[in-house]
Structures are given as C-alpha cells and as structure tokens.
T-cell receptor, first 112, second 113 residues
Framework: DTGVSQDPRHKITKRGQNVTFRCDPI?????LYWYRQTLGQGPEFLTY????????KSRLLSDRFSAERPKGSFSTLEIQRTEQGDSAMYLC??????????FGPGTRLLVL | AQTVTQSQPEMSVQEAETVTLSCTYD???????LFWYKQPPSRQMILVIR??????QNATENRFSVNFQKAAKSFSLKISDSQLGDAAMYFC??????????FGTGTSLTVIP
C-alpha cells in the first residue's frame, strides 16, 4: 500500500500527558499537511510543510502543539500537556506541489 | 475569511436514484479550487471530484458530477445511480491558490436498499 499512513490509529491518554503522532506521506509528495477533525465537523487546517520547512501554521496550533518534518519525509505532531479539548481525529494529508491532497486514515485521540 | 457551508446535515437516497448535495462558499478570490471528499465510516477521506474556478465546464467523474455556479458561489454534487457503497460523510472543501483547505461541516448520506 503506497498511500498515506498514520501511527498510531488510536491513542488514549490522561490529561497532562504528552503524545506524539507520526505520518508517512506518499513517497514522492513534497507537501505534508496536518488537520484536526472533531465530531460532527469538517477537518480544520493545522499546519503544512513543504519538504522539511514548516510554511504555514493555523492559529489553532497553540504553543502546546509542535510539528516537525526533519528530513522532508515523515512528520510528527506532538501535543504537550494534553487537555480534554484536544480529543479529536488528527488527519495527515500529502500532495505533490499544489495538486490534490491525499489523506491518511487518521489518529483518533481521546484525552481522559 | 473563507467559509464553506453545507446546509444539509443528513440526506438519504434510494439505491439507483439520484441525489444532490449542496455546498455554498464565501470568498473574494477569483482563482480557487473546489473539492468534494468522501469519508466512509471509520475510513479515510477520499477525493471524489475537483473543480477549478477558472473552468466554466462542470467537472464529471463517472456517476459524480458537479453544478458549479461561480457567481452564486454554489458547488453542488450530484450522485447518479446511487450505490450502497456511496454511503458516507461528504465534505465540500475550498482551496485558494495557497494550500489551506477550508472544509464544510459535512453531509451524511444514507443509501436505502
């Protein structure tokens, strides 16, 4: 399967803990995006990378959130000191340039 | 700010019939892209169809077609000959020349056998 993959698929954590999610894009795609989707809502843009450079961040991305794409391939999204409001599906997508974005299966986070 | 509105939280269609999902958007840009994505239960988002704003011709992909009304800022999706596998949440999305997508709140489509 050469699609976008995300790990883990599900994560349950206690409030105050740190969590890290990983996204592996389609191999030839130079752009990588993170979105958050809460129940009953469409995905909301968080940030995107072109190669290893983080080019845009949403105001939704508080200082507890950090994303990296160190070698321009896979990316990680870390949430520090998780809060119950962070419970959501975190989606990753990739594209080649500004062409169509392809989405991964998402990581569902539940903060207790 | 760009907004995308899907006014139909839920829709249902009889198998083999046709259904239209509505989407309106707000923008001051003239160059942008519109998309319909499908999200089956517990499965990932899949692109259904895309439309470039500069193209007057409505996009078509097999049983899926759009009615793009640029002046009215309307972008509806028509699904013909509905199949059970079409049951999913459908999201309308807007993207301007940059990269940020704006999604609507989705329409849950049920296909009745």
């Amino acid at each position: 399967d050469t699609g976008v993959s995300q790990d883990p698929r599900h994560k349950i954590t206690k409030r105050g803990q740190n969590v890290t999610f990983r996204c592996d894009p389609i191999s030839e795609h130079n752009r990588l995006y993170w979105y958050r989707q809460t129940l009953g809502q469409g995905p909301e843009f968080l940030t995107y990378f072109q190669n290893e450079a983080q080019l845009e961040k949403s105001r939704l991305l508080s200082d507890r959130f950090s994303a990296e794409r160190p070698k321009g391939s896979f990316s990680t999204l870390e949430i520090q000191r998780t809060e119950q409001g962070d419970s959501a599906m975190y989606l990753c997508a990739s594209s080649f340039g500004s062409k169509t974005q392809y989405f991964g299966p998402g990581t569902r986070l539940l903060v207790l | 700010a760009q907004t995308v509105t899907q006014s139909q939280p839920e829709m249902s269609v009889q198998e083999a019939e046709t259904v239209t999902l509505s989407c309106t958007y707000d923008t001051s840009e003239s160059d942008y892209y519109l998309f319909w994505y499908k999200q089956p239960p517990s499965r990932q988002m899949i692109l259904v169809i895309r439309q470039e704003a500069y193209k007057q011709q409505n996009a078509t992909e097999n049983r899926f077609s759009v009615n793009f009304q640029k002046a009215a800022k309307s972008f509806s999706l028509k699904i013909s000959d509905s199949q059970l596998g079409d049951a999913a949440m459908y999201f309308c999305a807007y993207r301007r020349g940059g990269n940020q997508f704006y999604f609507g709140t989705g329409t849950s489509l049920t296909v009745i056998p």
